[in-house]
């Protein structure tokens, strides 16, 4: 494919889009679209990764533990490996797409390859309303149901008091819209 051909859609010339020094972070609960909306907002770029954190997370086998009951030890593990893996792309020149559940508390741990770079970084909080990600929840295959649990962390994104300038609802939005939404607005840069 040739990444030169310029192809309008929505206003967006998204083959053409190069890396602008931006660090992508996709959060929010299982069945919200993350790890979907990440993967289609990576695939607009010429060079690109979609780093699902959850598969790093989980290269722990021994001593392995939920990351809702990590005392802090694991996500310090996880997060010093995504800043390896986000720096390698970037000085590669990839355009770094995170998919996580990452809350505000959590991007002080982005700021160290964030400020080494001078990058910015884009915050997205997806969200959708319960029914909907139960819905969704209930659609995947069984070991990737998350039952409760998905439920359990919409209502601790919603206590958290996120600034509503980093969400995004995607109860009736398309995953498309939605990575039309975070290339082109810029209120999700922190």
């Given at each position: 494919?040739?990444?030169?051909?310029?192809?309008?859609?929505?206003?967006?010339?998204?083959?053409?889009?190069?890396?602008?020094?931006?660090?992508?972070?996709?959060?929010?609960?299982?069945?919200?679209?993350?790890?979907?909306?990440?993967?289609?907002?990576a695939?607009?770029?010429?060079?690109?990764?979609?780093?699902?954190?959850?598969?790093?997370?989980?290269?722990?086998?021994?001593?392995?533990?939920?990351?809702?009951?990590?005392?802090?030890?694991?996500?310090?593990?996880?997060?010093?490996?995504?800043?390896?893996?986000?720096?390698?792309?970037i000085?590669?020149?990839?355009?770094?797409?995170?998919?996580?559940?990452?809350?505000?508390?959590?991007?002080?741990?982005?700021?160290?390859?964030?400020?080494?770079?001078?990058?910015?970084?884009?915050?997205i909080?997806?969200?959708?309303?319960?029914?909907?990600?139960?819905?969704?929840?209930?659609?995947?295959?069984?070991?990737?149901?998350?039952?409760?649990?998905?439920?359990?962390?919409?209502?601790?994104?919603?206590?958290?008091?996120?600034?509503?300038?980093?969400?995004?609802?995607?109860?009736?939005?398309?995953?498309?819209?939605?990575?039309?939404?975070?290339?082109?607005?810029?209120?999700?840069?922190?």
């Amino acid at each position: 494919m040739n990444y030169d051909i310029n192809i309008i859609e929505l206003g967006v010339n998204l083959m053409a889009l190069k890396y602008d020094g931006t660090i992508y972070i996709i959060s929010g609960t299982c069945g919200v679209g993350k790890s979907s909306t990440a993967y289609k907002l990576a695939e607009k770029y010429g060079l690109s990764a979609h780093i699902n954190a959850d598969n790093l997370y989980h290269m722990v086998v021994g001593g392995q533990v939920a990351p809702w009951k990590d005392d802090g030890t694991y996500i310090k593990l996880l997060w010093t490996n995504i800043n390896s893996i986000v720096e390698n792309f970037i000085i590669n020149g990839f355009v770094p797409v995170i998919d996580y559940v990452v809350f505000p508390e959590d991007l002080c741990f982005i700021k160290k390859v964030k400020d080494k770079y001078m990058l910015k970084v884009k915050y997205i909080v997806l969200m959708a309303d319960e029914t909907t990600i139960s819905l969704r929840d209930d659609s995947r295959t069984l070991e990737n149901k998350m039952g409760d649990r998905s439920v359990e962390l919409l209502r601790e994104f919603n206590e958290k008091g996120i600034n509503e300038k980093y969400i995004i609802n995607t109860t009736s939005k398309s995953i498309e819209e939605t990575v039309l939404e975070i290339i082109k607005d810029d209120r999700f840069i922190i």
